[in-house]
């Protein structure tokens, strides 16, 4: 496997480790629908906002999502070319899955 491939398998892997977690799963898809402040995202969640900065920093260090500053406000969006990337990256495995599934499914008809 090329290095540039053991780099990018890394590089999903922290992604899908980030999303493991119930709390960061949930954050991003909220913030998915429109931006908000650590303060914010933990008056909608049972968790405190210390744990939201942290599930935002996880978040941050995969490149899932960016912050803005208004005003005093620090605001976090989810990186929609993040998720791009990662969902390509399902996507070819669910595409080589489907090929050799065609490919099994081809071989038994042929040996009837």
Do not use: Y
Request: proline share 2%.
């Amino acid at each position: 496997m090329p290095h540039s491939d053991l780099s990018e398998v890394a590089d999903v892997t922290r992604v899908f480790a980030a999303l493991a977690d119930d709390t960061r799963w949930h954050i991003l898809q909220r913030l998915g629908r429109s931006p908000a402040s650590a303060s914010a995202l933990a008056s909608e969640f049972t968790v405190s906002r210390q744990a939201i900065a942290k599930h935002l920093a996880v978040l941050q260090a995969c490149d899932l999502v960016t912050s803005e500053r208004v005003g005093r406000e620090l605001r976090f969006s989810a990186a929609g070319s993040r998720l791009s990337t990662v969902g390509r990256a399902l996507d070819a495995v669910g595409s080589g899955w489907d090929r050799r599934l065609e490919a099994i499914k081809n071989a038994a008809e042929r040996n009837r």
